[in-house]
């Protein structure tokens, strides 16, 4: 399997690698409050951190929904994040506009779930050069991913990363069927669990998606298991008040326990 060369570390190595933080940019302090928690939890584990967080939420529930500052404002307060603290940052793009200067931030550009076939999006982010993380939409089946992943390829670039985020039923529900996390491992990239949207309820709140976070441990030990490369957590202080996807988020205080968990299990997992 390819393993992916980040800054001093290698995604798809013998270390756990985790991408985390806040659901969208909601304050430059929240963001700052976080990044420096999950860097001094993420050092003290020897677990790979790569800050996570949205300029803009483009597929809210309502229209009314906060969406986040923006794409020139969210960069600016991401880029405040990387230099302060010294850390990697992924970012979602929504359209093919937004790669070139998000990728000037961002070391790796993740496509949204809802967009993930969407041909232009992932050319415009191969382009970059950047790392592509691809999420698998809730309506695909994992063995559907393979060519999402080649339309990155083609495009020339082979830094990619796939991500399951659980698979969509209908009825305000989704459903995480592990064996996927082995067939897209077959592909020859690094895979990620998203352990957070895993637990999410779309739209179960008519105007917002709701949630469950106590059963994001249990996913996340889980795909572990299963064998995935890479964890997703979003992260806020405190999740209650969020004003995207708090339902699923999980609490800043609770990240080290279940980081020191998951690491061992991926220990276990790779010897």
């Known amino acids: ?9 290698e995604i798809g190595g013998d270390k756990l690698t985790v991408l985390a933080g806040p659901c969208v940019a909601e304050s430059q302090e929240i963001l700052d409050v976080t990044a420096e928690r999950l860097k001094e939890i993420t050092t003290k584990l020897g677990i790979n951190f790569v800050f996570k967080s949205s300029f803009d939420k483009a597929n ?13 404002k969210g960069l600016e307060m991401l880029q405040l994040v ?18 070139q200067a998000a990728s000037k ?12 076939r969407q ?10 050069g950047k790392i592509v993380n691809i999420k698998k939409g809730q309506f695909l ?11 990155v390829k083609d495009s020339g670039n082979d830094n990619i990363l796939l991500t399951d985020r659980g698979t969509s039923f209908g009825y ?8 996927g996390i082995p067939i897209m491992k077959s592909f020859g990239y690094p895979v990620v669990f998203d352990a957070t949207h895993s637990v999410q309820l779309p739209g179960a709140n008519g105007t917002s998606s709701g949630g469950d976070r106590k059963f994001v441990p249990t996913l996340a030990k889980a795909a572990m298991g299963a064998g995935a490369d890479v964890l997703f957590f979003e992260v806020h202080p ?11 988020m999980i609490a800043l205080d609770k990240a080290e326990e279940l980081f020191k968990i998951c690491k061992d299990i991926f220990e276990i997992v790779r010897r």
């Open 172 to 179: 305000n529900n989704l459903v995480v069927d592990f064996r």
């Open 141 to 151: 089946a994992p063995e559907q991913m393979e060519s999402l992943a080649k339309k």
């Open 238 to 248: 405190e999740p209650d008040k969020a004003k995207c996807d708090g339902p699923n």
């Open 82 to 99: 990387k230099e302060k603290f010294d850390v990697p940052i992924v970012t979602d793009i929504h359209s093919p506009e937004q790669a």
């Open 119 to 128: 041909t232009d999006l992932l050319v415009a982010a191969a382009k970059t």
């Open 105 to 116: 931030t961002a070391d790796i550009l993740q496509i949204p779930a809802f967009l993930c």
């Open 1 to 9: 399997m390819k393993k992916i060369r980040l800054r001093d570390f």
């Open 60 to 72: 809210r529930s309502s229209i009314n929904s906060f969406r986040g500052p923006g794409l020139e």
